[in-house]
């Protein structure tokens, strides 16, 4: 079965530190996969969103993620986080024949300042 | 601005009940998600839907069931509420049209159900 895997549950940095979340998925076809950050008390939101062209993707908020096919990885990254980047953050996937979004178990981002 | 309306924010329900969370969508898409959310298990799909009176089981459909008779509404409903159904659901829409710039998923706020 399809499935997202998400290695890192919880990260605590300090602010201006570098992040990168990992994000691997188990399907061998072609893929459309996204990255969702669910800031506290608030709804799910895209953060940034790949389907073809240029692996890596920009996002809003200055994050990116890069999309290498033959690690079957999406890992998001920010060169320096800020206090408001604290949330929770998930990747998700869609095979190419199918809109039924299939989630990571996501990564808790603390950033202290 | 999409908007995806979660009809309860807060349910509180007691074992054997059946359960209802309604979703409501003004965007005319064409899928429906919903979800669970638990900590460490992240979102888990419970059923899709991609028309009306389509749907696709997801991940753990054990123990409910969806309605979508109209295209802007999808019901969860928990034939017999128990406690291990304790948890955050969310809903979310979508256009049709996977692999097109359009494809994004939009969230409701969230209905936090707890079975006693």
């Known amino acids: 079965a399809q499935s997202v895997s998400q290695h890192n549950h919880h990260v605590i940095l300090s602010e201006a530190a570098s992040l990168e979340l990992g994000c691997n998925y188990s399907?061998?076809?072609?893929?459309?996969l996204f990255w969702y950050v669910q800031y506290p008390g608030q709804h799910l939101q895209l953060l940034l969103k790949y389907f073809s062209g240029d692996p890596l993707v920009k996002g809003i908020k200055g994050f990116e993620a890069e999309f290498i096919k033959s690690k079957f990885s999406f890992n998001l990254r920010k060169p320096s986080v800020q206090w408001s980047d604290t949330a929770e953050y998930f990747c998700a996937v869609t095979l190419y024949n199918t809109d039924k979004l299939i989630f990571g178990t996501g990564t808790r981002l603390q950033v202290f300042p | 601005d999409v908007k995806v309306t979660q009809s309860s924010r807060y349910l509180v329900k007691r074992t054997g009940e059946k359960v209802f969370l309604e979703c409501v969508q003004d965007m005319d898409h064409e899928n429906m998600f919903w979800y669970r959310q638990d900590p460490g298990l992240g979102l888990r799909l419970i059923y899709f839907?991609?028309?009306?009176?389509?749907?696709e089981k997801g991940d753990i459909p054990e123990g409910y069931s969806v309605s979508r008779e109209k295209k802007e509404r999808f019901s969860l409903i928990l034939e017999s509420a128990s406690t291990n159904q304790t948890s955050m659901y969310l809903c979310?829409?979508?256009?049709?049209?996977?692999?097109?710039?359009?494809?994004?998923?939009?969230f409701g706020q969230g209905t936090r159900l707890t079975v006693v």
């Open positions: 839907s991609y028309d009306v009176k389509m749907k």
């Open positions: 399907y061998g076809g072609t893929v459309n």
């Open positions: 979310a829409s979508s256009s049709a049209g996977s692999g097109t710039e359009n494809t994004e998923a939009f």
